[in-house]
């Protein structure tokens, strides 16, 4: 492996995810995750640097993203390649109006900066909307806790474990 593709094993840490991150995955019985974490020396914040890290396909990379709707938080999940409509999400919902959270909003609610945020393990309880586009795919890649750590896992397990429900939000091109 090159040192832009370690795992946290080869490295011989004990991981190299974010601290709350490990916490979530001891908790969950996952630990054997710890494992397959990928730590990167460049920061992957966004999907398609993430996706070329890693050599994957962009649909698999999963964004973990942070939406207000009616000012209250609620995670969507979706495929790298999409973008989320937030129409479909506010329509899901059954909210007066949706909107992308701040930064603040973000690490208050998760626990994590954007670029890093986790589909699961976060500060807070929060609803989670999973677009089905991740269904597509056998593994998708995902934000351990840092923009600079990602984990593999099927995705109907990962939305599982986030307590998502599967939806269609992502934008349709006309």
Same mark, same amino acid.
């Given at each position: 492996?090159?040192?832009?593709?370690?795992?946290?094993?080869?490295?011989?840490?004990?991981?190299?995810?974010?601290?709350?991150?490990?916490? %979530?995955?001891?908790?969950? #019985?996952?630990?054997?995750?710890? *494992?397959?974490? +990928?730590?990167?020396?460049?920061?992957?914040?966004?999907? %398609?640097? *993430? %996706?070329?890290?890693?050599?994957?396909?962009?649909?698999?990379?999963?964004?973990?993203?942070?939406?207000?709707?009616?000012?209250?938080?609620?995670?969507? &999940?979706?495929?790298?390649?999409?973008?989320?409509?937030?129409?479909?999400? =506010?329509?899901?919902?059954?909210?007066?109006?949706?909107?992308r959270a701040k930064a603040d /909003?973000? +690490?208050?609610?998760?626990?994590?900066?954007?670029?890093? /945020?986790?589909?699961?393990?976060? =500060?807070?309880?929060?609803?989670?909307?999973?677009?089905?586009?991740? &269904?597509?795919?056998?593994?998708?890649?995902?934000? %351990? #806790?840092?923009?600079?750590?990602?984990?593999?896992?099927?995705?109907?397990?990962?939305? *599982?474990?986030? #307590?998502?429900?599967?939806?269609?939000?992502?934008?349709?091109? +006309?």
């Amino acid at each position: 492996m090159t040192t832009t593709d370690e795992t946290a094993a080869h490295r011989g840490e004990a991981s190299a995810a974010h601290p709350r991150f490990a916490q %979530a995955l001891r908790e969950l #019985g996952l630990d054997h995750l710890n *494992a397959e974490i +990928r730590h990167f020396p460049e920061a992957t914040r966004t999907a %398609a640097e *993430a %996706a070329a890290a890693i050599g994957c396909e962009l649909g698999q990379i999963c964004k973990s993203l942070i939406f207000a709707a009616d000012g209250v938080p609620v995670l969507v &999940l979706m495929d790298g390649a999409s973008r989320v409509d937030v129409e479909r999400v =506010r329509q899901e919902l059954g909210a007066d109006s949706v909107t992308r959270a701040k930064a603040d /909003v973000v +690490r208050e609610t998760t626990g994590y900066a954007i670029g890093g /945020v986790p589909p699961f393990g976060h =500060r807070t309880r929060t609803k989670v909307l999973a677009d089905r586009g991740l &269904l597509d795919h056998d593994v998708v890649w995902a934000a %351990a #806790g840092t923009p600079h750590t990602v984990f593999p896992m099927a995705p109907e397990v990962l939305i *599982a474990h986030a #307590g998502g429900t599967v939806v269609d939000v992502r934008e349709h091109t +006309r």
